[in-house]
């Protein structure tokens, strides 16, 4: 069965600090895979997504992430964190063939003055 | 830019209520999803309809119903709430093409049922 896995409930990391956010999951083709932010109070916006080809994918507010098959990862990066950064942040995964989405259950990034 | 509107931020309710939550997308979506939002569970599926008066059970259904009678709207139905069903509820849609799968997402209804 597909599972999406975000091992960091919290994350704090000062301003200008660079960010990583980890994402595994489990599917036996390749998936699509998503980030969203969720700031609070708010719905989910997307951040960016891979579906196929080059496994560095840029997306919106500077943020990038790398498809791994061989670590079955999608990590999100960001190489400085500014304050308004601060918010959920949900990885996804969709298989070829459904409309569905797994979600991960999240990870709160605070960000320190 | 796509739009997908939740009548409700917030509704308090009474056990036992019957609770309607709306959701209007304005993209021609052929799909619609219900979300349940609950901390450290992030999002499950309570349903998601592909077509209008075409529904599919997601991974909680019970204790909601769904409708979807024109192809912008899709409600989501507690035909008796309970306290259990306090919770922050998310819509999304998206198109039917999987070359544009992408869930596009409301700002969500935050539901206390007392």
């Known amino acids: 069965a597909q599972s999406v896995t975000q091992p960091d409930i919290h994350i704090t990391v000062s301003e200008g600090a660079s960010l990583e956010l980890r994402c595994n999951y489990s599917?036996?083709?390749?998936?699509?895979l998503f980030w969203y932010v969720q700031s609070p109070g708010q719905g989910l916006q997307l951040l960016l997504k891979?579906?196929?080809?080059?496994?560095l994918v840029q997306g919106i507010k500077g943020f990038e992430a790398e498809f791994k098959r061989s670590q079955s990862s999608f990590n999100l990066r960001k190489p400085s964190v500014h304050w308004s950064d601060a918010a959920e942040y949900f990885c996804a995964v969709g298989a070829s063939g459904t409309y569905k989405y797994i979600f991960g259950t999240g990870t709160r990034l605070k960000v320190l003055a | 830019d796509v739009k997908v509107t939740q009548s409700s931020r917030y509704l308090v309710k009474r056990t036992g209520e019957k609770v309607f939550l709306e959701c209007v997308q304005d993209m021609d979506h052929e799909n619609m999803f219900w979300y349940r939002q609950d901390p450290g569970l992030g999002l499950r599926l309570i349903y998601f309809s592909y077509d209008v008066k075409m529904k599919e059970k997601g991974d909680i259904p019970e204790g909601y119903s769904v409708s979807r009678e024109k192809k912008e709207r899709f409600s989501l139905i507690l035909e008796s709430a309970s306290t259990n069903q306090t919770s922050m509820y998310l819509c999304?849609?998206?198109?039917?093409?999987?070359?544009?799968?992408?869930?596009?997402f409301g700002a969500g209804t935050r539901l206390s049922v007392l």
């Open positions: 599917y036996g083709a390749t998936p699509y």
């Open positions: 999304a849609s998206s198109f039917t093409d999987m070359a544009k799968n992408i869930q596009y």
């Open positions: 891979y579906f196929s080809g080059d496994t």
